[in-house]
């Protein structure tokens, strides 16, 4: 059977459910996953293999489909966009109770091959998703398959990627088939350790808060990472130290659980936290952070 390989952007509105679906698509927690929007801010791309179709799915997770102001905004959108423009599939994520609206958006945006999924539909009952269904069909000579799904309630894996593997081209694998992502494994604890601030501070911290990885140590026997927690004003760091430390041990021992489940080894985790004065405005200290328009 020949090879059939490409890329499928998972595009959406913040929240829209892309990295939840993403991490149960591969069995493993790799993309960030947060109920504080805007939580994804990169491209990250999963390698899923479809051995029936002799598939090698590789989804590209974005930022949700949003526009603001803001420097930090502007790049996250660049990034939704630039994964429109090089994929050869895409999936577009519509929670269930969403306005139809937010899909003309889309549609405004993209005119290319994509699959509508309906997220969330745990939350609504069948009536409801049927009626929602069917204010998406006078959309049908857009998409090519409309399908309701729910993380929560569960839904037919292979179902979802036999429809996604056979509308790809007939092409050799782009990647080694053992790997799970082509991100270096510092981009990825780096985003551990961004979701579990999230994660521990989602309601005190702002938005406007990220993660610097100074330095990785890796070891024989022990990795160590050294990494910054950065955010815009100084009571904002009081808030991620916490009385006595209480809060970046929580943040520490949260984010080397979540390392530890991907790495072979121990390991050794420091953070320290900095205050960058409007860094999300300035485009010499995004591009410092990581965020590079010039990309």
């Keep these: 059977m020949p090879t059939r390989s490409g890329f499928v952007a998972t595009l959406g509105r913040p929240n829209a459910g892309k990295s939840t679906l993403l991490n149960h698509l591969l069995g493993e927690n790799l993309a960030l996953v947060s109920h504080k929007a805007n939580a994804t801010r990169k491209q990250l791309q999963i390698i899923v293999p479809y051995a029936p179709l002799n598939a090698q799915i590789v989804f590209v997770d974005t930022p949700g489909i949003h526009h603001q102001e803001k420097l930090l905004n502007q790049y996250m959108l660049s990034q939704a966009l630039k994964a429109m423009g090089d994929c050869d599939l895409a999936l577009y994520l519509a929670p269930i109770t ?13 005119q290319g091959k994509h699959i509508l999924l309906l997220s969330k539909s745990d939350t609504c009952s069948n009536e409801a998703i049927l009626a929602k269904m069917a204010e998406y069909q006078k959309f049908d000579k857009h998409f090519l398959a409309l399908l309701p799904f729910s993380v929560k309630k569960g839904f037919d894996r292979d179902l979802l990627l036999k429809s ?36 521990n501070l989602s309601d005190e911290i702002p938005y406007e808060a990220d993660v610097m990885l100074k330095q990785f140590e890796k070891g024989e026997k022990l990795d160590r990472i050294f990494a910054e927690i950065i955010v815009e004003k100084q009571s904002q760091k009081g808030v991620v130290i916490g009385k006595g430390g209480s809060s970046i041990k929580r943040i520490s021992k949260c984010a080397r659980e979540k ?37």
Excluded at 98 to 110: A, N, R
Excluded at 185 to 195: L, S, V
Excluded at 269 to 287: A, E, F, I, N
């Design 259 to 295: 390392i530890l489940a991907l790495s072979p080894k121990p390991v050794y985790l420091k953070l320290d936290v900095s205050v960058y004065k409007g860094w999300s405005k300035q485009k010499d200290l995004l591009k410092k952070i990581g965020y590079d328009f010039t990309l």
């Design 164 to 199: 996604i593997a056979s509308f790809l081209p007939q092409s050799p694998f782009y990647y080694d088939e053992e790997l799970l992502t082509p991100s270096s494994i510092k981009e990825i604890y780096k985003e551990m350790i961004r979701e579990s601030l999230f994660e």
């Design 98 to 110: 969403d306005d139809v609206k937010h899909y003309q958006h889309f549609l405004e945006l993209y």
